[in-house]
T-cell receptor, first 114, second 113 residues
Framework: DAGVIQSPRHEVTEMGQEVTLRCKPI?????LFWYRQTMMRGLELLIY????????DSGMPEDRFSAKMPNASFSTLKIQPSEPRDSAVYFC????????????FGNGTRLTVT | AQKITQTQPGMFVQEKEAVTLDCTYD???????LFWYKQPSSGEMIFLIY??????QNATEGRYSLNFQKARKSANLVISASQLGDSAMYFC??????????FGTGTSLTVIP
């Protein structure tokens, strides 16, 4: 079991550029979550999917953020255009989608927007 | 509304001593799960322990145990025989209907040699 795989591990980009973060959940997991973590705001849920369908995207900050899950083994989080306040660690996590199933987190992507 | 509260921003414990990290939750769902995660300075989120709302016994995993008091809606994490490697951020979380997860704000634990 390779765990949740996120790429890239680090991303440095200039304000206004498009950023795409990628996630491969654990095989067999049918729920996928995107979180953002900052010192100021802590761990924030951005969006989560069940069976590739977005269930709750109320945490997505604004229209600059979009997420897709085209199949069970891949998801992307896109920021276009990026702004310095988007700098954070972005985590992807997956689970079996039942109450007693823990979230398994990827190692995160540290995004810096200059 | 679902909510997780961790009231201890920071805690200190002497090496080899036990420490309790507090967590209270609020939910009207009869079925829910409670989890604890550890986030060391390297940044990864590590699942530690799980307690189900219908479980009669407190969960244990090695040096970790979860003190589950359903009537008080608390799910405190107890770490026994603290080690230097236990220094980290600890998050309490709850899952409920709809597979939504709710996280607390975390407690920073420092183990003193």
């Amino acid at each position: 079991d390779a765990g949740v795989i996120q790429s890239p591990r680090h991303e440095v980009t200039e304000m206004g550029q498009e950023v795409t973060l990628r996630c491969k959940p654990i095989s067999g997991h049918n729920s996928l979550f995107w979180y953002r973590q900052t010192m100021m705001r802590g761990l924030e849920l951005l969006i989560y999917f069940n069976n590739n369908v977005p269930i709750d995207d109320s945490g997505m900050p604004e229209d600059r953020f979009s997420a897709k899950m085209p199949n069970a083994s891949f998801s992307t989080l896109k920021i276009q255009p990026s702004e310095p306040r988007d700098s954070a660690v972005y985590f992807c996590a997956s689970s079996l989608g039942i109450i007693n199933s823990p979230l398994h987190f990827g190692n995160g992507t540290r995004l810096t927007v200059t | 509304a679902q909510k997780i509260t961790q009231t201890q921003p920071g805690m200190f414990v002497q090496e080899k001593e036990a420490v309790t990290l507090d967590c209270t939750y609020d939910t009207s769902d009869p079925s829910y799960g409670l989890f604890w995660y550890k986030q060391p300075s390297s940044g990864e989120m590590i699942f530690l322990i799980y307690q189900g709302s219908y479980d009669q016994q407190n969960a244990t995993e090695g040096r970790y145990s979860l003190n589950f008091q359903k009537a008080r809606k608390s799910a405190n994490l107890v770490i026994s025989a603290s080690q230097l490697g236990d220094s980290a951020m600890y998050f309490c979380a709850m899952s409920s209907t709809g597979n939504q997860f709710y996280f607390g704000t975390g407690t920073s634990l420092t183990v003193i040699p």
